[in-house]
Structures are given as C-alpha cells and as structure tokens.
C-alpha cells in the first residue's frame, strides 16, 4: 500500500471517529495494511472505547513493538491491563512509562500529531494505585511522595487525594487517558492529497489582436523568431588555435584519463588547470599530463634550402698540410668537431628537472616534485598539505624492485633506504589511513558515534581530542574513544 492510501484511509478513521462511529473507524483502519506504532495505539484507543480489553491490549502490543520509546502506548496499556484486574503487568508498563519520561515533568506529543501532554505526576499515580490494589501500601506512599515532587500545576491536586486515601489505607481512583484524542495525520500533508488547480483559468492581459477574449493556455501573438544554434567548435578546430609543446619527460599513464607520451613528442595544449595538469592532444588523442613534463616550443626562422647549382660539399676531410710548408697567405683550416647526438641535447640549454617527481597514490593520484632526500616527516607535511588533511595519521608505502611487495615506510631511516634505490629522479608513494585494532566492543551512544566488535580493524581519519579519533570501520564513519583500541605495530 502506498503512502499516500495510507495517509488517507489513516484521514477517513479519524473523521469517524470524531463522530464517535467508533466501529466505522476500526473498520477504516483495518484496511490499512501495514499499520504504523501511531496507528496500532489509535485501534486500541478505539479498542478500549468499546471496552474491549483483550483486543485493546493486543493493539498497545502491537504499538509498543514497532516503537519501544512511546511512553504514551505503555501508559495506556498499563490502564488496560489494570482495568483487565492484572494489576502486576499494570504495575511493569507505568514503571516502564515513567522511564521513558526520563526524569522530565512531561512529555508534550503535539509535535507527534497527539494532542495530549503526558506528566509524570499522571505515570506515578496509577503507579501508586497499582502498589496499593497488590496491598503494597508502604511502596504505594513512596511513589505518590515521589509524585509531590513532580508536581507544578493546580490541576495535579489529585495526588494530595492519592496521598490522603494511601495514609488510609484506602483504594483512589484510576486516571484515564481522555477518550477521543488520537495520533492525526498532518493537515499540510493531507491538503496535499487533494487535487489542486495550479495553473486556473487563463485570461488574456495584453493582445496586439484587437478584442481579443481567447482564454486557452497558448494566447495568440506573433511567432518568435527561434535563435540560431551555436556551432560546437571541434577539437581539431581548437587543436588548430592552440600552441605547441614539446614533450621533455617520458610520462606513463595510470589511469585511462591520462595520455602516454615520450620525450621528443609535441602536442597542442588545450587547456591548463589549476591543479598543474594540462590537458592536451597528441595523434588525435586528448589526455591529462602534468604541466612541468611540457615547454612551449619556440617558433625558428626556416632555413632557406640551398640552390640546386650549388654542388655539395666534399664528404671526405681536407688533408693535412705537409710539415715544413709554411704560408703565411694561407689561412690556416681548422677541422670541425663533430658533435655527439648526447652533446647536442646539452647544447640546446633545457632546463633539466630540479629535484624528484613523486607520484602520490591515496584517494587519487598526483604528481608532486620535491628535492631528493626528503625526510620522512617532511614528505607527509607535503602529502596532508595536498590532500588538505590536518593531521598525520597516515601510513606510507613503497615497493622495491627486488622484494615487489609494498613496504610500510615507518622510520627515517627505511625512507633513507628508499631514496638510495630511487632511479630516474622518479619515486612512486602508496599512502592510507593508519589502521588500529579493537580492544572491546563499543556500542554506539549518539548519531556520531562509531560501534564496532572486539578484534575489528578501524581506519583513523583524524584525532578529536585527546580522548577521541574518528575513524571508518565496516563502511560507518564516526567517533569512538581512544582508550578501547590500541595501535597497530609497523614493521
């Protein structure tokens, strides 16, 4: 059954019920399907009415099982079971009522749609009574001295009358809950259920149709000339505007949003974001690659390519002259040196990469540079500075060429070790949360809290104070405290 049935037969009950139709509205709920904690007290409301006691209880039952907390239901259960002449299950529900009312003069269920303040001065008076009717007079004179505390209104006088027929040793009178008042739906939600006119009747303001009454919802008026599209500019139009790079590190992709490149290669930049990756493209492929790894490439004059006349110079070398031959006319020819392909790269001045590329693996990569040697404190001031984190409570690891298994970096001096094994000026970091292990089970108190069982594994995010952490375990995030988990030793 939908909601929206639901709340309107939950209507229909009640508008019976106003009437005092008591059967009608038992009927209208019946039909009712899954019936709320709400609608379950309003049948036993109807229940008692009707002075059906057996059934009036079964639909509290009912009540208190789909909510444990509504002191109401067991205030009135407890009336039917005392009405049912079972005083001791009478005596348990105003017991259990008076402990939900956690230790407040009353419970006012106005905001639940009840129309009934529930006071503790009501709660401890039927408790009394119940003691009295089991000849329990000593405690019956306890709870109504308790129920003097409580009291706060003129209107509550009936326990001085309890207290006066207790020293008596005489039986008082039983306080109902008033008959007629029921759980309602809210009025905003069912003037919601009705069907509504938004929209009305159209009626014409201003017409350039003389004497124009035309009442539908499309007036008539000169057609609007429709806008003309945009074109979507193509990547190879913008390819064509934007500028040349050349590629100066070998970069490999680790996600299928980046593009792998070699250095030599150039691409066009198309976009540069403020993260320091570009966005660029290179055979038709467009990709992610940090910006450091790309320099704009400088337009040169093109070489005027030589006459076809002109013949091409000797491929051998000019002879030496022979010893003793001097002339001073002649000028002295000096042999050009030939330039290794490794020299020529250091001719052309690139700015060779200061200090190491890092590449970060957390919750999602970066690339960082920083200078060799970094200590280990300092890389994760750089790592929660990136991932905007205010404390360092993070594990870091690094896997070596010979063993392939990650290893946790937990001393200045493994990160030492690392930076010994480091080639290319290239070092990748697999970064988490650092993990502790459950001592006890803890129970959560409030909506923040995180519960766990006694041996679970708890990632730390961050450190409340001295005496709380929050941290994630079992997919819940939340707080719990420090002292019930201890840390877990990295090796």
């Known amino acids: 059954m939908s909601l929206t049935d639901t709340i309107k037969l939950w209507d229909e009950a009640i508008t019976a019920a106003d009437q005092r139709e008591w059967t009608t509205a038992l009927d209208t709920f019946a039909a009712i399907r899954e019936p709320s904690s709400k ?38 259960r407890g009336i039917t079971l005392y009405k049912n002449e079972k005083c001791e299950e009478a005596l348990r529900d105003f017991k259990e009522a008076f402990n939900l009312l956690r230790g407040n003069q009353l419970i006012d269920y106005k905001q639940l749609g009840l ?29 109504v001295k308790k129920a003097l505390t409580f009291k706060t209104e003129a209107k509550h006088s009936f326990v001085d009358q309890a207290l006066e027929a207790v020293s008596k040793r005489e039986l008082f009178q039983l306080l109902l809950f008033p008959e007629g008042e029921f759980f309602r739906p809210k009025k905003q939600v069912v ?14 303001v201003a017409s350039v149709i003389d004497k124009d009454a035309f009442s539908g ?53 198309l976009e540069q974001g403020k993260d320091n990756w570009a966005t660029v493209t290179f055979n038709d492929k467009t990709g992610l690659v ?80 920083v ?11 750089v790592i929660c500075q990136k991932f905007d984190l205010s404390e360092k409570r ?13 290893i946790p970096i937990s001393t200045e001096t493994k990160m030492k070790k690392i930076w010994s094994e480091v080639s290319n000026q290239r070092l990748v970091i697999w970064v988490k949360f650092a993990e502790v292990v459950a001592l006890y089970d803890y129970k959560d108190t409030a909506s923040i809290d995180l519960s766990f069982q006694e041996g679970d594994r708890i990632q730390v995010l961050a450190q409340v104070n001295d005496n709380w952490l929050e941290g994630q375990c079992n997919g819940n995030t939340g707080i719990f405290p420090s002292s019930f988990i201890k840390e877990l030793s990295i090796a």
């Open 39 to 76: 609608i379950c007290f309003n049948v036993g409301s109807l229940r008692l009415s009707l002075g059906q006691l057996s059934e009036a209880e079964k639909a509290f039952d009912k009540s208190i099982s789909r909510d444990e907390h509504l002191a109401v239901a067991f205030f009135q």
């Open 191 to 204: 003037a919601q259920l009705e069907k509504q006119d938004f929209l009305g009747e159209a009626m014409v």
């Open 290 to 369: 940090p910006y450091n790894y790309i320099e704009p490439l400088e337009h040169t004059k093109a070489e005027r390519s030589p006459s076809p006349d002109i013949p091409e110079p000797p491929r051998t070398a000019a002879p030496d002259r022979p010893p003793g031959v001097k002339d001073e006319k002649v000028p002295t020819i000096v042999r050009s040196q030939v330039i290794e392909p490794s020299k020529k790269t250091e001719c052309k001045n690139h700015p060779m990469p200061k200090g190491c590329i890092v590449k970060i693996h957390f919750k999602y990569t970066i690339a960082v540079r």
């Open 371 to 381: 200078k060799p040697g970094l200590l280990l404190s300092e890389l994760l001031g």
């Open 115 to 143: 129309r009934y303040k529930l006071s503790a001065c009501q709660v401890l008076h039927n408790l009394a009574l119940a003691h009295a009717t089991l000849q329990e007079w000593d405690k019956a004179e306890q709870v």
């Open 394 to 406: 993070l594990v870091l690891s690094y896997k070596s060429q010979a063993e392939g298994e990650p």
């Open 217 to 269: 919802f499309a007036p008539l008026q000169p057609a609007a000339p429709e806008p003309v599209p945009k074109r979507k500019v193509s990547e190879k139009f913008k390819t064509l505007q934007s500028k040349p790079y050349r590629v100066l590190f070998n970069f490999i992709p680790s996600n299928e949003m980046e593009l792998e490149l070699q250095p030599g290669n150039i691409v066009f930049l």
